[in-house]
C-alpha cells in the first residue's frame, strides 16, 4: 500500500492517506516533543524504534483480544493502520504516581496506585491538553458514557497485559497514555504505544528509560528505548 498525499503532520508523526479510504499510513518521525512542542529535537534512529515498537505492542494486545488500528509494518519508519474517526481525549492510567500527578495534587513521588487511576485529557495542544472529567466529555459531545466506559475499560485491560509484559522483562509501567477513534462504528485503539508515550523505569533500581529522559536532559534516549525493546525480545531495522 503506498502514502499518497499527506492528511497531517503532528509532532512526532505524519499521517498519509492511501488508495484505501479505510486505511492509512503513519510515518514515525525522529522528531521528540515535550513541554506542548517548546522543546524539539531530532533524535537518530527515534522513528524507526518508535514504529517498529508500537507494532510489537499493538500486536501483542491484539492477541489478548484488544482491538487496535495496527495493520502491518510497511518500512522501518511506516505502519499501516485503520482510519479511526479520532475521539478526541487521552486516557492516562498510572499505576505508580510521577509527573503532573504529584505536581497537582502534592502527592508523594513514587507512590504506588492500588487501584490504579484513570484520567481523562483533552487533545488540545493550544491550551496545554487540560485535564477533564467525563461530564465535559458528554456536554461537549467529545464522547458518549457509553464510549468512555469502553475506552476505560480497553485501557484498564491493555493495563493488565502490559504490566505483565514489561513485568517479565525487569520493568515497571508507571503510566501511560492512550488514544481511541472509532472504525466503522467500533472503538479500536489507535495512535501508538511506545516509550514517548509511557513511562518505563527499571525495576530494581528505577533508572527512568522512556521520554521522561528528553524531558529531563539525561541523555541515551534512543539507546534506553532500544533497550526496553531489546529486553522484550525486539530487534531493531534501520535501513
Ligand atoms: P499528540 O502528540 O498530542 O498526540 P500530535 O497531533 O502532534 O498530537 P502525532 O503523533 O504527531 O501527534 O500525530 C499523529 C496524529 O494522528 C494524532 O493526531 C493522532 O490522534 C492521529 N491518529 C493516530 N492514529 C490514527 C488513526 N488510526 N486514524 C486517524 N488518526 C490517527
Ligand atoms: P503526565 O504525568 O500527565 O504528564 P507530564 O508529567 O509529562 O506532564 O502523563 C502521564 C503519562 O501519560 C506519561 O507517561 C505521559 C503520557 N502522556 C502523553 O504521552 N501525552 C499527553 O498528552 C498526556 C496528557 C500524557
Not at 492517506?17 to 518521525?29: K, S
Not at 485503520?82 to 507512590?111: A, F, H
Not at 517479565?168 to 501511560?176: C, F, I, P, S, T
Not at 462504528?185 to 508515550?197: A, I, Q, R, S
Request: hydrophobic content about 35%; glycine content about 8%; proline content about 3%.
Amino acid at each position: 500500500m503506498q502514502k499518497v498525499k499527506e492528511l497531517y503532520s503532528g509532532k512526532a508523526k505524519s499521517v498519509f492517506t492511501t488508495e484505501d479510504p479505510d486505511q492509512m499510513v503513519l510515518f514515525f518521525r525522529n522528531d521528540t516533543s515535550a513541554f506542548d512542542g517548546k522543546k524539539i529535537e531530532q533524535l537518530d534512529r527515534k522513528g524507526a524504534v518508535n514504529n517498529q515498537f508500537n507494532a510489537t505492542i499493538m500486536q501483542k494486545l491484539e492477541e489478548a483480544g484488544i482491538p487496535t488500528h495496527f495493520e502491518k509494518l510497511l518500512s522501518p519508519q511506516d505502519s499501516l493502520v485503520k482510519k479511526l474517526d479520532m475521539i478526541p481525549l487521552e486516557c492516562v492510567v498510572r499505576n505508580i504516581s510521577t509527573g503532573s500527578l504529584c505536581r497537582r495534587l502534592g502527592v508523594e513521588e513514587g507512590l504506588d496506585l492500588n487501584p490504579p487511576t484513570f484520567e481523562l485529557f483533552l487533545k488540545n495542544d493550544e491550551l496545554g491538553d487540560p485535564m477533564v472529567n467525563e461530564y465535559h466529555a458528554q456536554s461537549f459531545g467529545w464522547a458518549t458514557m457509553d464510549q468512555i466506559r469502553e475506552m476505560r475499560d480497553l485501557t484498564f485491560r491493555v493495563n493488565e497485559v502490559l504490566k505483565k509484559l514489561f513485568a517479565d522483562a525487569g520493568m515497571l509501567l508507571v503510566d501511560y497514555k492512550l488514544e481511541f477513534g472509532l472504525y466503522k462504528g467500533k472503538m479500536v485503539l489507535g495512535d501508538e504505544f511506545t516509550p514517548d508515550g509511557c513511562r518505563l523505569w527499571d525495576a530494581e533500581t528505577r533508572e527512568k528509560l522512556d521520554k521522561d529522559r528528553f524531558r529531563q536532559g539525561l541523555g541515551n534516549v534512543v539507546e534506553s528505548y532500544e533497550l526496553v525493546g531489546h529486553r522484550l525480545g525486539m530487534t531493531f531495522d534501520y535501513t
